[in-house]
């Protein structure tokens, strides 16, 4: 192999096997920087050998076996950190002794598990979550995250220290929670991944592929999780809303870079692949049972979308059914909107109205410029175009998105036409 | 990043003995616990040719020992790069021993 080919194939292995790497490690010693420069020790151990010995059979065995080789190195030279950490000493070199099988161990399911609760824990804050799932479990450089996120790589760097710092001064423990604390966690590592995922959909043309790219992160950090945790329905159902909705990335921009609307979209550009993945993986979350999550009730939502051929094929009722059991689990003033804005569809103008009504004056929509978009859209479909017009001028003057407001501000002049709805729901 | 995976062998493959299909098995169980594998498949023995020549259609079957064909199976994985998915062909082809494996990116879906 070239330089540049072992180059390329360090690279691919430290993307592969950090997370495990990394997990494993900080099983041993009990501490995610240290388990993090151990493994920063290996891959730059790496980068001098492999060019000129060769990349190793079981590549990651050798980053296993030269880290834990540089936990006892530093252990030797820093006595006051092998008195702190005496038993882990003992521990290290009782491995060293029994030969290559034990030593070369990388973390199993349950350290991988174990790291993924400890980066979204909720001791640290949400930002701090997100930047060491990333660097961690996505394997992301510090500059990557940085650039996905539009923030100078200073700042995410901080971030990092600080959150490895607050994990060690709570003394969170490695390990998979119970119960309660099992449901709670597990919320703040779903919410965690949907916010790399939206962050990444929320990317446009002209960003970085870097912010695009976390869809892609995001999704992946999603299937490992359903691999490890095959028996939480709500990460099944996290994976699924997210297959389904990188089906229509494509759809979702004009040849100008402009917003489509989901019922405006060419679903012939919906890629079947990933509908058919999210449609499996919701049938998995369904048949675990139990009471549905927010999760599994966005992905039937999208689900509905999905199946249907075309726009007006859409189960209106179905998706009107979700939303009244979605405002139920995490009750919310962007979810009601996007309920009136079902019950508009299924049960008519007037229903849909009559809940979009009772949000006129719910602070957190007060300069939501959905809101007035999507009474406007009711009026005009029961006739009322003047009161439509007010609704649309108010709407546009709300967005500072550009494209946006000329689109609104074109909706009186079609006000007479019969289409769509402007729907919010993705 | 999409990539599509398949191996170019000679048309009559020596059968894969056990500890060879083990050892795919896990290679396969890894792909998955690592979230990059989207689909794959088995593919059936000797293919079909359906050939147009100047306007004229014809069908010829298979299996054609003067050309490799695509054996075994195929793999369709989602990586972060090019290199990542080199890695995991390496990892299959350091399994099924000599012959050539391909790693394709595939656009849209």
Redesign the interface.
């Known amino acids: 192999m070239s330089a540049s080919d072992t180059q390329?194939?360090i690279?691919?292995?430290w993307?592969?096997e950090a997370p495990r790497l990394i997990a494993g490690l900080t099983r041993i010693v009990r501490d995610i920087g240290l388990a993090e420069d151990l493994a920063q020790d290996a891959l730059v151990a790496a980068l001098e050998q492999w060019p000129s010995a060769g990349v190793p059979?079981n590549p990651a065995a050798w980053l296993m076996a030269t880290a834990k080789h540089r936990a006892i190195d530093r252990l030797r030279r820093d006595q006051r950190l092998a008195r702190k950490q005496e038993q882990l000493g003992r521990e290290l070199e009782a491995e060293e002794r029994m030969g290559p099988a034990d030593l070369n161990a990388i973390g199993s399911?349950d350290d991988l598990l174990r790291l993924i609760f400890m980066s979204s824990h909720p001791v640290l804050s949400t930002d701090a979550r997100v930047a060491l799932t990333l660097r961690l479990l996505g394997?992301l450089t510090t500059d990557e995250i940085a650039r996905a996120f539009l923030v100078p790589e200073s700042t995410i760097a901080q971030r990092i220290v600080r959150a490895k710092k607050a994990l060690a001064d709570a003394r969170v423990p490695f390990e998979v929670p119970r119960g309660e604390a099992l449901t709670a966690q597990l919320a703040s590592v779903l919410q965690v991944i949907y916010l790399v995922f939206n962050e990444g959909y929320a990317a446009t043309a002209g960003d970085d592929w870097m912010r695009a790219?976390l869809c892609?992160?995001a999704?992946?950090?999603?299937?490992?999780l359903a691999?490890?945790a095959p028996n939480e329905p709500e990460v099944h159902g996290l994976v699924a809303l997210m297959e389904v909705q990188a089906?229509r990335a494509?759809a979702r921009v004009g040849p100008t870079g402009e917003p489509v609307l989901l019922l405006d979209q060419d679903r012939g550009q919906w890629?079947?692949?990933?509908i058919h993945?999210g449609l499996a993986a919701l049938a998995r979350a369904v048949s675990l049972g139990g009471p549905a999550g927010q999760y599994v009730l966005q992905a039937e939502i999208a689900a509905h979308h999905a199946r249907a051929a075309t726009a007006a094929e859409t189960d209106w009722r179905a998706i009107a059914d979700a939303y009244d059991a979605l405002a139920l689990v995490v009750p919310s003033a962007v979810v009601e909107l996007n309920r009136a804005v079902a019950h508009g569809m299924a049960f008519g103008p007037r229903a849909g109205l009559a809940l979009v009504d009772r949000l006129v004056d719910e602070p957190a929509l007060k300069t939501y410029h959905l809101l007035p978009s999507v009474r406007g859209d009711l009026l005009v479909k029961l006739g009322r175009s003047a009161e439509a017009r007010v609704e649309f001028e108010r709407a546009a003057s709300l967005t500072d998105n550009v494209r946006e407001r000329t689109f609104l501000l074109r909706r009186p002049a079609r006000a007479a036409e019969p289409g769509p709805p402007i729907v919010p729901l993705q | 990043?999409r990539f599509l995976m398949y191996s170019l062998d000679p048309a009559v493959p020596a059968p894969p003995d056990p500890q060879m299909l083990a050892e795919l098995g896990t290679l396969t169980e890894d792909t998955?616990?690592?979230?990059?594998l989207?689909?794959t498949g088995g593919l059936g023995m000797g293919s079909t040719r359906v050939r147009n020549a100047a306007g004229k259609l014809s069908v010829t079957d298979g299996p054609f020992t003067e050309t490799k064909e695509l054996t075994g199976g195929f793999a369709?994985i989602?990586a972060?790069?090019?290199?990542?998915a080199?890695?995991?062909a390496?990892r299959f082809r350091?399994i099924v021993g000599d012959g050539e494996s391909i790693v394709q990116e595939v656009f849209?879906?």
Request: no cysteine; glycine share 14%; hydrophobic share 35%.
């Open positions: 390329g194939a690279d691919a292995v993307r592969i059979d399911d394997g790219g892609e992160d999704l992946r950090l999603g299937r490992v691999e490890l089906s494509r890629d079947r692949l990933l993945r | 990043m998955k616990r690592a979230g990059v989207l689909a369709l989602e972060k790069s090019k290199d990542e080199i890695e995991w390496r350091k849209g879906g």
